[in-house]
């Protein structure tokens, strides 16, 4: 079984081919510059060369292609979108327009001969397939599955922070497991257009399955051999943007929290996983602060053992927290990734014990 696994950050877009009949740790792997920041810079080189710029294809992640659309019109250069294109900056179309770009209906989009067209998409198997042929290597895969942090679809005038959290938090009411965070294609909720796009990008008759970044991370920090020994876990992922805690008896979420990691330093996170370990993080201190927000769903009494992901570990220099660095088959960087491929054998009892075999031999 080959699952092509892709967990899209701010910063990098990391990819595993997994492959049961191998072992994890020689299955091929890259990690790659975030499409979103390909994107941005594609719209700073017609920045820099006086173009206007077209941007067509789907609905993404912003973040640095949104400052780089920002700094384009700023320097007075026409900018023009497609309506599924430009929900990549702002759910209301009018906030994309006073930004200086010009929406442009299905029916409005022709020739634009002196523009750089520029694609917009989070999932680009063209070019992933490209890079697995020049090195060799095997590109033929039985599924896909995506991580991507989805805002949701958000009402006009409702914060997207706000809206993004009361959808995580309805899901986590109605489960409370981590596998609720992953979606087959066919399920995905109307509000995950992020997701749904991502899934529209897959040309290719197999399997997708989509999660949230975070709760990715989470399950494939419970791989790490120091980690699995432990239970309960309260288990960060510090990524280039956001940063993200569950608090977890095996796999049911007892806590969580979602903060932006600009916004952290070693003291703030020491103060919200020491809380989030007690259950009296409150929603509004983290919304407050600028972050998503918190929930506890049930109380501990055991002290969780602590353990920390992700690029942005940088951010916990000068903690008190006693914390391990989670390292899931020898590869920080994939770990949201490992916990695609487990959350597949999550959600396809057929594929179950073959995807946790090949897991499970590493450790």
Same mark, same amino acid.
């Given at each position: 079984?080959?699952?092509?696994?892709?967990?899209?950050?701010?910063?990098?877009?990391? $990819?595993?081919?997994?492959?049961?009949?191998?072992?994890?740790?020689?299955?091929?792997?890259?990690?790659?510059? &975030?499409?979103?920041?390909?994107?941005?810079?594609? /719209?700073?080189?017609?920045?820099?060369?006086?173009?206007?710029?077209? %941007?067509?294809?789907?609905?993404?992640?912003?973040?640095?292609? *949104?400052?780089?659309?920002?700094? +384009?019109?700023?320097?007075?250069?026409?900018?023009?979108?497609?309506?599924?294109?430009?929900?990549?900056? +702002?759910?209301?179309?009018?906030?994309? *327009?006073?930004?200086?770009?010009?929406?442009?209906?299905?029916?409005?989009?022709?020739?634009?001969?002196?523009?750089?067209? $520029?694609?917009?998409?989070?999932? !680009?198997?063209?070019?992933?397939?490209?890079?697995?042929?020049?090195?060799?290597?095997?590109?033929?895969?039985?599924?896909?599955?995506?991580?991507?942090? !989805?805002?949701?679809?958000?009402? *006009?005038?409702?914060?997207?922070?706000?809206?993004?959290?009361?959808?995580?938090?309805?899901?986590?009411?109605?489960? #409370?497991? %981590? &596998?609720?965070?992953?979606?087959?294609?066919?399920?995905?909720?109307?509000?995950?257009?992020?997701? *749904?796009?991502?899934?529209?990008?897959?040309?290719?008759?197999?399997?997708?399955? %989509?999660?949230?970044?975070?709760?990715?991370?989470?399950?494939?920090?419970?791989?790490?051999?120091?980690?699995?020994?432990?239970?309960?876990?309260?288990? /960060?992922?510090?990524?280039? #943007?956001?940063?993200?805690?569950?608090?977890?008896?095996?796999?049911?979420?007892?806590?969580?929290?979602?903060? +932006?990691?600009?916004?952290? !330093?070693?003291?703030?996170?020491?103060?919200?996983?020491?809380?989030?370990?007690?259950?009296?993080?409150? +929603?509004?201190?983290?919304?407050?602060?600028?972050?998503?927000?918190?929930?506890?769903?049930?109380? &501990?009494?055991?002290?969780?053992?602590?353990?920390?992901?992700?690029?942005?570990? !940088?951010?916990?220099?000068?903690?008190?927290?006693?914390?391990?660095?989670?390292?899931?088959?020898?590869?920080?960087?994939?770990?949201?990734?490992?916990?695609?491929?487990?959350?597949?054998?999550?959600?396809?009892?057929?594929?179950?014990?073959?995807?946790?075999?090949?897991?499970?031999?590493?450790?």
């Amino acid at each position: 079984m080959r699952i092509l696994a892709v967990d899209v950050g701010t910063g990098t877009q990391d $990819i595993l081919l997994f492959d049961s009949s191998s072992l994890v740790e020689n299955c091929v792997k890259m990690v790659m510059p &975030s499409p979103t920041r390909l994107v941005a810079e594609c /719209i700073a080189a017609a920045t820099r060369q006086g173009r206007p710029i077209l %941007l067509e294809g789907v609905t993404m992640g912003g973040g640095p292609s *949104k400052k780089a659309l920002s700094r +384009h019109t700023a320097a007075g250069l026409a900018a023009y979108a497609t309506e599924e294109a430009a929900l990549t900056f +702002h759910d209301d179309l009018e906030v994309v *327009k006073s930004m200086g770009v010009t929406v442009l209906s299905r029916d409005e989009v022709g020739p634009h001969d002196k523009c750089e067209v $520029i694609r917009l998409a989070d999932l !680009d198997l063209t070019a992933i397939m490209g890079a697995l042929q020049s090195f060799g290597a095997d590109s033929r895969f039985d599924a896909v599955a995506v991580a991507v942090l !989805d805002h949701g679809f958000a009402p *006009k005038g409702v914060s997207n922070r706000l809206f993004r959290f009361q959808c995580l938090q309805q899901l986590m009411e109605k489960n #409370s497991s %981590l &596998s609720a965070f992953a979606h087959l294609a066919a399920e995905l909720p109307d509000q995950l257009t992020r997701m *749904k796009a991502v899934a529209k990008s897959v040309n290719a008759d197999v399997p997708v399955l %989509l999660m949230d970044t975070g709760a990715a991370a989470a399950l494939g920090a419970l791989q790490d051999p120091a980690v699995s020994r432990h239970n309960p876990v309260l288990a /960060i992922n510090m990524g280039n #943007s956001h940063a993200v805690a569950f608090h977890l008896d095996g796999l049911q979420i007892k806590g969580f929290f979602e903060h +932006h990691t600009n916004l952290l !330093d070693a003291k703030k996170v020491d103060d919200l996983a020491e809380k989030l370990a007690r259950g009296v993080l409150a +929603h509004e201190e983290v919304f407050e602060g600028g972050g998503h927000g918190a929930i506890v769903i049930s109380p &501990s009494d055991s002290q969780p053992f602590l353990a920390v992901t992700g690029p942005r570990r !940088d951010v916990l220099s000068g903690t008190s927290l006693r914390f391990h660095a989670a390292v899931p088959h020898g590869d920080t960087m994939l770990t949201g990734c490992y916990g695609l491929v487990k959350a597949f054998g999550l959600r396809m009892e057929s594929w179950r014990e073959e995807i946790d075999g090949a897991l499970a031999a590493d450790f």
